[in-house]
């Protein structure tokens, strides 16, 4: 039972990153009509907002030590923090621990601004072309996106740890009435799925109970009849992708401590984020963080021994196994709209 | 006044004769080279780099790259010569190889077999290469020691640490100076018992492919020999990247020692993902939980950041091996000076491995005085050699594999500097980490003989 419940969160915690990754793509799908294989590359950028925000906050000051030496034998280099200089040692100190969760401020206007800057200098171009040419030059984007940052940090994975106060583990099976040690559970996984949680109900509660979020919605289900109200339903869509941008860049922020940050980390989820989206249902927002939190919990259920004694290499497949008995039972997605990529 | 006697004839057959002199020493010297692939024929020759340029290895292919680049210019006279002074064999001496200046070619392998194969294929047919190395992963090694065999061209691996590069797919025309995970597991065994006793329960998590498998086995096989319990071997798949799901079973799993057989980003993510669910402060069986990662390096110590802090595990050297273990190891400091001052930071053992099997590589040649393929192998078969930074060294005839000594390590836990990560432990000798031709863990293929190619 305490592997069931361990394997369920951390199903949860698969789940709130293919969640709010598939949130963003079902977003931009359902307003401006693209299929956005660049996604998972904001998803990364947004990792290495947090990497960008740890470096500049450890800035340092640099002055030889000659009482030691460097791996050369000449003088040591001592580096001291700006922050640590200007704030002194203990809030510089904090500064730098907390350095995660105070990128979430440093990301979000950064990746409003590349989103807008990536539907007006690009997709738009693209809005009325087939499907297959956006995969295309999205795709390109996404290579081109992710050599960018491996030219500028390198493909090792940058060590990027959340708060002291957040690292290690808490004992999740005593709250529940499980022995101890039955169910150990790291923190910062705890608190990545109710950050999860809060995004998801912000994105929703602005599209449902906004004017801006209505008029949204009014748009992503019939554009023309908007338009023809005196709607500038194009500039609130732009302004969608820069909020979808946002999203991913913040689930990329707050992942950087589960797993160091590096340049290829957005495609590792990109299909996946796709396979949730499809199962969900194209253009259906309740339907992406279904099918993310869903699709989470049977793959993490799917790594469990006892599941992989049975159906060696289940856990390799799973995802896609569901994904397509679900399109062959449901071809619209579990919560797809009908007219939605259909002629 | 002069006679002259120069008739239009006469002109021609004058010419003939002499240009048919002045070709003839050309001739004659490409012939001593004919009869094999790239035979170097002008005043240069060109060797192939092929490492990973792109991928979740590019840092360490980055950092062969600086090496080659290194043993090149060393090669040909230019910097300080780095080990080329230390090597225990001196017909090198800063003029090339057999005179002619040293060129190379880059591939980009991508970590991936297929990549490197067809870029290993374009630097023999395109570029000419007459020998290639790299690497950072055992599949790609494999596969391009392969290629080089049909081609017949020498191919020096550079980091493979899978038993099967030099156990059931060795080849005659391949060469590996990197240790394996054999001598990985032959060293550990001992550091392991000493640390941690002999009644441990192991729980192993293992890259599914061929090198994840070797040291899976062999370590299982070194610790059992030591009266350890292996509860469960779980194979995770190379493109996972969290690994929790991995992870959480090993908590209720009875096991009071994980070890991690990932490399390259896998061992960065799945160590982290162990530390974040507690594991280093976990009590199993009354015993502190231990995590052991039988191979890394310096830069995925780097990846790992603060969650490396105690873990044990191996190197085929280290850049400290000298200044701490002394003059056994010398060489070390000379290559530690030469690219430490070239680019600014100490070489990892990638690095090292590469720039001695571009030494080894050109010593062959020198010593064996002939670019041919099969006189190379002659050379380098049974060569003992010492200077190159790791002790006294065997090229072992019977499977071209080097013996030396393997270095232990363990993750520092109060790193003075950005370089400073890991601790040398124990230098295991390499009499202890020798094993026969004919090990159960190295059979099921043949040397063969050497293909000088074209």
Known sequence: MDQIILQFLNGLDKGSAYALIALGLTLIFGTLGVVNFAHGALFMIGAFCAVTLQRILTLSTIVEDPTKTDFLGNPAKISTPYVESWFGPEVGATLIDWSVPLAILFAIPIMVAIGFIMERGLIKHFYKRPHADQILVTFGLAIVLQEVIKAFYGANPIPTGAPEAFRGSFDFGVLIGFDPNAIIYPYWRMVYFAFAAVIIGAVFAFLQFTTFGMVVRAGMADRETVGLLGINIDRRFTIMFGIAAAVAGLAGVMYAPINSPNYHMGMDFLVLSFVVVVVGGMGSLPGAVLAGFLLGILEAFASMNEVKAIVPGIDQIIIYVVAIIIILARPRGLMGRRGVMEE | ?454
């Open chain 2, 1 to 454: 006044m002069s006679n002259s006697n120069f008739t239009r004839r006469g002109v021609l057959k004058t010419g003939t004769i002499a240009g048919a002199g002045l070709a003839l020493p050309t001739y004659l010297s490409a012939a001593s080279h004919a009869g094999f692939t790239n035979a170097p024929t002008g005043d240069t020759v060109t060797l192939g780099f092929n490492v990973p340029q792109s991928g979740p290895y590019a840092d360490e292919g980055a950092d062969e790259l600086r090496a080659f680049e290194l043993a090149v210019e060393h090669l040909n006279g230019e910097g300080d010569g780095g080990m080329l002074s230390t090597f225990s064999s001196k017909v090198l001496d800063g003029t090339g190889i057999l005179g002619k200046k040293v060129n190379f070619v880059t591939g980009d392998t991508q970590t991936k077999s297929d990549a490197a194969r067809a870029s290993a294929k374009s630097m023999i047919e395109k570029d000419g290469a007459i020998m290639i190395s790299g690497g950072s992963s055992s599949g790609v090694a494999v596969a391009v020691q392969g290629l080089c065999q049909e081609a017949g061209v020498i191919f020096m691996a550079g980091l493979t640490h899978s038993n099967d590069t030099t156990g059931k797919d060795k080849k005659a025309n391949g060469f590996r100076h990197f240790f394996n995970a054999y001598m990985s597991a032959a060293a550990l065994a001992p550091v392991l018992e000493q640390l941690y006793g002999t009644d441990r329960r192991a729980y192993h998590l293992t890259a599914d492919y061929t090198w994840g498998w070797t040291q899976e086995e062999s370590i299982a096989a070194a610790t059992e020999a030591l009266g350890w319990d292996t509860v469960e071997k779980v194979r995770t798949p190379l493109a996972a990247t969290d690994f929790s799901s991995y992870i959480a079973p090993v908590l209720n799993s009875g096991a009071d020692v994980l070890v991690l057989n990932h490399y390259g980003g896998n061992m960065v993510n799945s160590l982290t993902n162990a530390v974040q669910f507690g594991l280093r402060e976990k009590q199993a069986n009354g015993k502190n939980f231990e995590i052991v990662v039988p191979l890394y390096s310096e830069l995925m110590a780097k990846g790992a950041g603060k969650n490396i802090a105690g873990i044990v595990g191996s190197q085929n050297w280290d850049w400290k091996l000298e200044n701490e273990k002394g003059d056994r190891y010398t060489g070390t400091n000379a290559f530690v000076k030469s690219f430490g001052e070239k680019y600014g930071f100490p070489p990892s053992q990638a690095a090292q491995t590469c720039y001695a099997q571009t030494l080894l590589y050109a010593d062959a040649v020198t010593r064996a005085g002939s670019f041919n393929p099969c006189a190379v192998v002659e050379a380098l078969e049974g060569f003992e050699f010492d200077g190159l930074g790791n002790g006294p060294t065997l090229y072992r005839a019977g499977d071209h594999q080097c013996f030396k000594d393997v270095v232990v390590v363990r993750g520092k836990e109060n790193p003075e500097n950005e370089f400073d990560l890991v601790e040398i432990v124990e230098v295991t000798p390499t009499e202890q980490v020798t094993y026969p031709v004919d090990h159960p863990m190295f059979s099921g293929g043949a040397l063969g003989s050497c293909n000088p190619g074209a």
